[in-house]
């Protein structure tokens, strides 16, 4: 089983290149969505105790949590060290069962790949990027989001410009959602056909 990690700043298009994958038959793994439902579930009473405030009706409020985060990001460690291991866990019982399944592909989508060392969990790395103004202008449209903001966001996520250079494969979503699509496509050819490394030709 080749097991993909996909990455990519926030704006570039990473959600919906991760769907371009599973409409290939590609399974996937979204960190996000895990963390989304740990906020309701396992995550709810560690977070809510380091974040005094955040817990309501039952689960976490991520716009307080953020909020929180924001005035103190030197917390951003605490957070860290309670979500990953919880995160880490449903990644690997999801690796397992695709393994035990006998499954070719599967995708891990992982925001932080890099930042946590991820790429070593993966056989190959695909980066999502897009021209940085393409990239601004879709954050800034997205409501409640500030310079400020995406200022703190970019400081915590390392270059595009780094992460290219350290991808197996590109896919440019600068480019329009087809030519993305095809990209991914190639991409998924290229690893059923045993191709996996060497850099993508849209590098």
Partial sequence: MIVIGLTGSIGMGKSTTAKMFADEGVPVNDADAVVHDLYRTDAVAPVGEAFPG???????????????????????PVLEAIVHPLVRRREVDFLARHRQAGTELVLLDIPLLFEVKGDNRVDVVVVV???????????????????????????????????????????????GLEAAREQVREIVARLKAGKPSGKNPHA
């Fill in 54 to 76: 955040t817990l309501k009706d039952g689960a976490i409020d991520r716009q307080e949590l953020s909020r929180q985060l924001s005035v103190s990001p030197e917390k951003f």
């Fill in 129 to 175: 990027t897009c021209d940085p103004q393409i990239q601004r202008d879709r954050v800034l449209a997205r409501p409640g989001m500030t310079e400020e903001k995406l200022a703190m966001i970019l400081s915590r996520q390392m270059p595009d410009a780094e992460k290219r250079k350290r991808a197996d494969f590109l896919v440019d979503t600068g480019l």
